[in-house]
């Protein structure tokens, strides 16, 4: 590759600085294999260190949570938030309650989210946070407990107007609520603080579908670059959460055929495709704290394949929607060989930096989640809206504007990623729209 070593060389800094962080190299350097020949080829981004100050955390909080369990057993956790950027506006990202959550998880979505709040030409910067709980095997009442621990350290750093929290793996509704009961009660204010609140307390229509929808809405699009529609088209999606639900929705409503979803412990088969009923279960075992997808085929008689991955089967599109690096060099090699069309992102770099060459290399339709998974924090960014003029929209007005979003984020993709020979690098495309919005306004604010 032309100026592999200037990206080398820019990420040898950047491992001596963050040592032990894999995670957050691999989300730098899928970022600086575009960027740094970008900036190289832009004088106007040079000798301001743009990129490192990029990688660098604006602000990283990191907190002890003591709470007790059911039992009155004392449990500790620990708690953070990374203010990334906040170059476009206060710091925008959700929260994660998994046990995989460290600060080098952390960092890399806090660093994704940066581009992809700028891809969603909103006036949002970028953060991430959460716990190393998890929500898998908790009560109810243990779940709350934690929330309110949790939001007693972290609401002295966040604020409508300063970093905005939502929900992630393993917060949801349910979650959001407590955090934000608790944030009321401490800071006696009703303020937009968080997004994805309920309905009937501040909450958009459609920001729970919105993740979902918007990679469905995104990956029509990158169909029709080749004269494809998703009519009859068989779907492979991984996972069952927040996201997969929405994806399979639209999917199922758009007249394509779900056919998997998946959990930690293996995959469901269901050939006639997963629709009405089976849909609105997926909702209900979230609030049973598991994260067996066996459940499902027990429920519904479907084919069950233990510790195995949905992308073995025949499919024409795949929608990694479960965690990062969900998806490696042999999935993408089986993604392949089975003649996928379409590899849309509905988690947060569930592909590993393997997956994508191969998937750049066969010139399938490839589209990184700070891309196509951008519409949550989209409507995020308009329930915001919504709460600071005290109006809400209508449903149609949301799914308007989120699939306007969607359609511009596209757009921006093909103007910095379509090559000489028409093939749309939607990786290349999508950094390079999200670092120019963010490095202009970082040249205006100065060096800070
Ligand atoms: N967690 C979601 C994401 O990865 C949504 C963030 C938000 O709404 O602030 O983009």
Redesign the pocket.
């Known amino acids: 590759m032309k100026y592999q070593k200037e990206v080398d060389s820019f990420m040898y800094d950047v491992i001596q600085h963050n040592p032990g962080e894999s995670i957050f190299h691999q989300a730098v350097y899928e970022v600086a294999e575009t960027i740094i020949p970008f900036i190289i080829e832009n004088p106007k981004y040079q000798g301001k260190k743009i990129m490192e100050r990029i990688a660098e955390p604006e602000r990283v909080i990191l907190f002890k949570i003591g709470w007790k369990d059911d039992k009155g057993e004392v449990q500790v956790n620990r708690g953070f938030r990374i203010e990334m950027n906040s170059c476009l506006g206060p710091y925008?990202?959700?929260l994660?309650f998994h046990s995989s959550v460290t600060l080098d998880s952390l960092k890399f979505?806090a660093f994704?989210?940066v581009f992809?709040n700028s891809l969603t030409t909103l006036s949002l910067g970028g953060g991430?946070g959460g716990s190393d709980f998890s929500p898998i095997g908790k009560t109810d009442d243990e779940i709350m407990r934690f929330c309110y621990a949790f939001m007693s350290e972290i609401y002295k750093y966040i604020g409508a107007d300063t970093d905005?929290?939502?929900?992630?793996i393993g917060v949801g509704g349910r979650e959001i609520g407590y955090l934000f009961g608790q944030y009321k009660k401490l800071t006696n204010q009703f303020t937009g603080v968080l997004?994805?609140k309920g309905l009937e307390w501040g909450g958009s229509l459609l920001?729970p579908e919105a993740?979902g929808f918007g990679v469905v809405y995104f990956m029509k699009q990158m169909l029709e670059t080749r004269g494809l529609s998703l009519k009859g088209k068989r779907v492979a999606v991984s996972g069952f959460g927040n996201v997969s639900w929405g994806a399979v929705t639209k999917a199922t409503e758009m007249g394509a055929k779900v056919i998997t979803i998946s959990g930690p412990d293996g995959y469901i088969y269901d050939p006639d495709g997963i629709s009405g009923e089976k849909i609105d279960y997926m909702l209900e075992m979230r609030f049973k704290n598991t994260d067996k997808v066996k459940d499902f085929a027990d429920k519904y008689g479907v084919e069950y394949i233990p510790n195995k991955k949905p992308w073995e089967v025949e499919a024409d599109i795949a929608l990694p929607c479960a965690i990062q690096n969900e998806l490696l060099k042999d999935d993408a090699e089986d993604i392949i060989r089975n003649n996928y069309i379409c590899v849309a992102e509905g988690a947060?770099m569930p592909c590993t930096s393997e997956a994508v060459h191969l998937f750049q290399k066969a010139k399938l339709l490839y589209s990184p989640?700070k891309a196509s998974?951008?519409g949550?924090?989209a409507?995020?960014g308009i329930e915001m809206v919504q709460n600071a003029s005290h109006y809400p929209y209508k449903k149609e007005e949301v799914d308007e504007r989120l699939k306007g979003i969607m359609s511009t984020i596209h757009s921006n993709c093909i103007k910095y990623g379509k090559d000489d020979t028409g093939y749309i690098d939607y990786l290349k495309g999508a950094n390079i729209a999200g670092f120019v919005k963010v490095a202009d306004a970082m040249l205006d604010q100065g060096i800070v």
């Open positions: 925008k990202g959700g994660r979505l994704e989210q992809k991430k905005i929290p939502a929900g992630d997004t994805g920001r993740t947060n989640g998974n951008a949550g924090v409507v995020s």
